[in-house]
C-alpha cells in the first residue's frame, strides 16, 4: 500500500474498516450538528435570533426565482435532458436560491453568529483552553455560549474565496446531467466548501498556512464528503441557513474529536474510532 497514491492509500485504508467508517465518517458531523443543536438549549438563543431573517429571505428568493427564473432553465434545460429536465431545473433553482441567501445572510447576518457557535460546542467539549488562543473566556459564565467574550483577534468563521465562487459558476455545467448532475456537483464543490468550515479551528490552532494545507491534504476526502453533505443541507428551502448554522456545530465537534485524538496519541493512551 505504501506505493500507492496518497488518494488510493486513503481509500483502501477506508474499505478495510467498513464498519468504523460508518460509524465516524466525515460526512456524518453535519446531522451530528443537526442533533446536538436539538439538544443542547444554550445554543438555541443563537439560532432563533437568525431564524427569522432567513425566513424573510427565503420567503422573498424562492418564490422570485421560481416565478421568473425556473421556466426558462427548463427549457433550457429540456435540449439535453428531455423530460428529466422539469426535475433538475428544480434543483437548479434551490441551488441558485441557495447561493443568494447565503451570501445575503452571512454578509449581514451570520459570521459571527457562527463564529459563536463553533465556540460555544468547543468549550462545551472542554476546550476552553484552545478558544482561549483567541477570545476572553468568562469563567462565571451559566453556560458554553455565556463564557464566550470579546475576540482578542479577527474572528471569521470561513473567508470568502474567489476560487470557490469561479467553480460554482464554471461548474454548473455538471447540472446538466440527468438526475446525478446536483449530486456530482455538490461533491465537485465539497472539498473546499468542507474545508472552509475549519477555517476558525485552524485558526485556533495557530496553523500556517502551509501547514493548515498539508492538514486539508491529508484529510481531503473527509473535507470533500463533508462539504458535500452540508452543501444539500443547504439546498432545502427555508432551512437552508438554519442548517448552516448547525453544520457550524457539528464542524466543531469534528474538530474536537480531531483535538482528543491528538491529545491521546500524545498521552500514550488508546486510541479512539474518530474521523482524523
Given at each position: ?98 447561493a443568494i441567501i447565503a451570501l445575503l445572510f452571512e454578509a449581514f447576518f451570520v459570521d459571527g453568529t457562527l463564529v459563536k457557535i463553533f465556540d460555544a460546542v468547543l468549550i462545551h467539549k472542554g476546550y476552553t483552553e484552545l478558544v482561549s488562543h ?138 479512539i474510532p474518530v474521523e482524523v
Amino acid at each position: 500500500m505504501a506505493d500507492l497514491p496518497p488518494l488510493l492509500t486513503e481509500r483502501s485504508s477506508l474499505l478495510a474498516k467498513p464498519k468504523e467508517i460508518f460509524v465516524t465518517s466525515a460526512y456524518w458531523y453535519p446531522f451530528k450538528g443537526i442533533y446536538f443543536c436539538l439538544r443542547h438549549r444554550f445554543l438555541w438563543p443563537l439560532l432563533r435570533a437568525r431564524f427569522i431573517p432567513c425566513l424573510i429571505l427565503s420567503i422573498i428568493v424562492l418564490p422570485t426565482l421560481f416565478i421568473f427564473a425556473y421556466l426558462p432553465q427548463v427549457a433550457f434545460l429540456a435540449i439535453f435532458q428531455g423530460n428529466l429536465a422539469w426535475f433538475n431545473a428544480v434543483f437548479l433553482v434551490l441551488g441558485e436560491a441557495a447561493a443568494i441567501i447565503a451570501l445575503l445572510f452571512e454578509a449581514f447576518f451570520v459570521d459571527g453568529t457562527l463564529v459563536k457557535i463553533f465556540d460555544a460546542v468547543l468549550i462545551h467539549k472542554g476546550y476552553t483552553e484552545l478558544v482561549s488562543h483567541r477570545r476572553v473566556i468568562i469563567p462565571e459564565g451559566a453556560d458554553p455560549v455565556k463564557q464566550l467574550g470579546s475576540t482578542t483577534k479577527s474572528a471569521v468563521y470561513s473567508p470568502w474565496s474567489l476560487r470557490l465562487t469561479f467553480e460554482f459558476v464554471l461548474l454548473l455545467p455538471l447540472t446538466f446531467i440527468p438526475l446525478a448532475g446536483g449530486p456530482l456537483y455538490c461533491l465537485a464543490l465539497g472539498r473546499r466548501a468542507g474545508s472552509f468550515q475549519h477555517w476558525r479551528y485552524f485558526k485556533l490552532l495557530g496553523l500556517t498556512p502551509k501547514q493548515r494545507d498539508a492538514f486539508i491534504k491529508q484529510r481531503q476526502w473527509k473535507y470533500t464528503w463533508f462539504g458535500m453533505v452540508a452543501l444539500l443541507l443547504q439546498l432545502i428551502p427555508v432551512f437552508s441557513m438554519l442548517f448552516l448554522l448547525t453544520t457550524a456545530a457539528g464542524a466543531a465537534l469534528w474538530a474536537a474529536d480531531l483535538n482528543r485524538k491528538k491529545n491521546r496519541e500524545r498521552d500514550g493512551g488508546p486510541t479512539i474510532p474518530v474521523e482524523v
